[in-house]
């Protein structure tokens, strides 16, 4: 043993501890839930759940403290943090690893626990809803556990010792007792250390918490083949909020990306967010059908299905992201923790307990139960034979199918009456294609690795044109639906109701179509007619939902104004749509230079090399790079940006900051700068730059001689240099003289300066004095003189070094971006407003 | 089963079988864009057809980035996952943490035996990820 000084090993036990305790009480919990006695458990399911909430909270707390007091003993504090790092950062931290991220997740879900138990503490749901909770509780747990069983290693331990963590106990520093004295941590991801980075991963995980409560209803009905009426009006409330918090997280990931990744947009279709977009897309189906279902009893297979379904892809997308199958796909690199079979455990069961309940034949059922663990037992014994997926995924798709069938030739629904549930239906239908797209596409790594395929994942462009059909039908489906009541309508009659509306909006969408996308087609593939057809029918039907939905508004009283909120909600989306597709399909890149076209070669000439001082045009605008500083590990780069009037003067507009974070533990990373203007955004990124300081270099070049007369004009590399006139002043001592040559220096923007050069001349001797002008780079020497031929010699040297500073650089327009971010916020608005509005109305 | 029901059923199933088609259809043998990944000599067999290209750079032969010239070419050595090794321009310009990446995918096409990319995607120890630097 070696004695170790100045570890704080308590805290670790305690960590331990605790998460063993909340492991157990969930655990304990589900079981307490589902056992059948006669005796009354209610208190002890009680104290169950708060004795769980509490060892969770103290978990996540003891961890908050461990990276408060820099306790680098232990691996994930030293990992994540270090004493640089500033502390608002900390709870960035506490969810960069991914055991903080399942620790967030366990953490929302304790809460939220705690309020289904406090909504249906007098219900007969309660029972079955928290063993369903509870059960998600103790997966999520076990994730956090660390501990090995039989050689297998069952969840990963934020409480482990660094010189017990599998890459640094053989290391020599570990021996040294005095080790902790040394040791600082390796510190946060400059990506991470972002205001939108405290916000997002925290509403992300609230949403991920949140679709789990409609699952577990809809779970325990289906388990005792109740209609979703029996627990419709419990759940909606929470569907509303999971939709509600999952889009605002979706959209917190894009602003994240627009402001400070150099992806140069909001949504690259990325799998990790696509990965939370289709949960959020299912969970908009499952609010949407469990609505349908407590207006119109009926529709229970939507209902089971799009409630049960963003819960099961949130499981999904947690194995695509955290098993590390996604590999060369994504430009998140996930590294795999040794936990994919984990993970498969958790998604297995799952769906199992999705689909075991709806197969009706004891056989069939009992098959698939023992198909389940089989298929895991063989992906662990032969790890590259996926047979057993094969037949389980086959034997699952199978059922789902019968149940669909059969559920659609025993419902007495009528999907193509003019009614407003029959096009909800079908707009849920709908959703439900275009999720399954969605995740065809994220899934092509897992198609390889299924199939032993090599297929490339689709490109963003694929995404879009696949999505433009999808997203007109869902905007028509939701507006027509909108405009329908519950009961009986006349479609002609509807059409004759809204037609100024309609109208008005073919009008304005004419407006913006016709210059925007018909005389100015965008470049790349919206340049075929059929894809600019279809932008232009979305720009319609975007305009025609906005007002359409604006009329529905109109027609609703003022005292019940609170009643607006589903309209608003679809207004926001319609926003949302609407801005994405003008900034994505008009961005333009003000960098982008004339090259000629290598046949076959796919060229990007969208960045320009800017040398210090120099000015250039991109699009509207001059451009200067015109300073480098370096604060801490930043460098920023200043970029002036100035509007040329007629009469060819530069005025500044505004100026950008992009910087380079030089981490020397992490690597470089840039972080743009926009400008923001109310109709559009100017976003600027360096690409490439030196990081090296030179401003003070010694880098003049070699002086050059030059001879003139008064009015001469003397042209240099960055400035013309005028000879104005001179000043002589008689000294004192009447054999001294002083010579002022003034020259007006004027750079390539027009703005003047003025030098003053000075020559003496004492008892006949030239004595120069050395002129430096240093923010220009410039060195004048006034040395000679020749009166008789008016003319002076001066020698002028440059600041090569400011020469040779140069950045890349990439600047892009995004236009109508605004649409978007206020479509986020009216989205929110309006979803929000329906929650408070449901939540009252139960309680009162 | 009623005769519209049944009418019903069959053009559900015709649309998603097409739709099903297409969307595998245009992940096997896409329109435009890369047609999967694959190593350098399977590139060559198709030149002109767009790959993802897996490998890392060779650092000890020369990297040429001259944004002077050109800001959007980048010019270096990469050796693939088969160990085959060829000129890839990236018609990009040079990633600011491409010293410290470790694996590389490129995605490009083969023009006179060199490897022409338009984009690349670099793994860095850096991004998001667990690893340690040792």
Known sequence: MIPYRGEHIWAGQWGHMLVILSFVSAFCLALLCVAKTKFNLKHWITTGVIIHAISVAAVAGLLIFMLLQHFYEYQYVWQHSNSEMDMRYIFSCLWEGQEGSFLLWLFWNSLLCIGVWYQLRNSTLLKPVLSILFLIQAFIASMLLGVYVLDYKIGSSPFLLLREHSDFMHLPFVKSPEYLNRLDGRGLNPLLMNAWMTIHPPTLFLGFALTGIPFAFALSGLWQSSKPSMWAPAAYPWAIAAMAVLGIGILMGGAWAYEALSFGGFWAWDPVENSSLVPWLLMVAGTHAILLNLRKKGSNASTYISTILPFLTVLYSTFLTRSGILGNASVHAFTDLGMTGQLLIYLITFVYLAVAPVISNSIARAAYLVLSPLVLIMAAVYQHIPWGFYIWISYTLIHLFILVYSWFIASENHLFHSQRSSFMRMGILWILLTSAMILFFTSVPVINTLFSKHYAPPSIDTYNQWMTPMVILILFLMTWAHQLTYSKNYALQVLYKIRWWSLLALAIAICICVPFYILNPPKGYYSIWYWQLGLCVLVLICIWGLFLHLRNILRIKASVWIETGGALAHIGFILVILGAVMSTSKKTNLTSRPQAEIPGIKTNAGSIMLTRGDTVQLGPYWVTYAQKKRVGMDVFFTIQYFHKTASQQFIPAFTLQPKVQDNPRMGKAADPDTKHFLSHDVYTHVAYADLTDQTQAQGYSQPVNMLGHIGDTISLRQYLLILDSIRTQIGNADSSMRVTLVLRGIDVKGSEFMAYPTLEIKNRMLIPKPYEIKDKGLKLVFWNIKPEAQSFEITVQENAALQNDFIVMEAYAFPFINILWIGVMVMALGTFMTLFKYIFKSSS | ?134
């Open chain 2, 1 to 134: 089963m009623t005769k519209s029901k049944a009418f019903a059923l069959l053009a559900i199933l015709v649309g998603i079988s097409a739709i099903g088609f297409q969307l595998w259809k245009s992940i096997e043998a896409p329109s435009s864009g890369s047609l999967g990944y694959a190593n350098f000599t399977q590139a060559a067999l198709q030149p002109g057809k767009e790959f993802h290209v897996v490998g890392t750079c060779d650092r000890k032969r020369p990297m040429l980035y001259n944004p002077k010239v050109n800001p959007d070419i980048f010019s270096f050595f990469l050796t693939d996952q088969n160990g085959t090794q060829r000129q890839v321009n990236l018609h990009k310009s040079k990633p600011q943490d491409f010293d410290k990446s470790e694996q590389i995918v490129l995605i490009g096409t083969i023009q006179d035996s060199v490897f022409e990319a338009s984009d690349i995607l670099l793994k860095c120890p850096s991004k998001y990820n667990e690893t340690t630097s040792r």
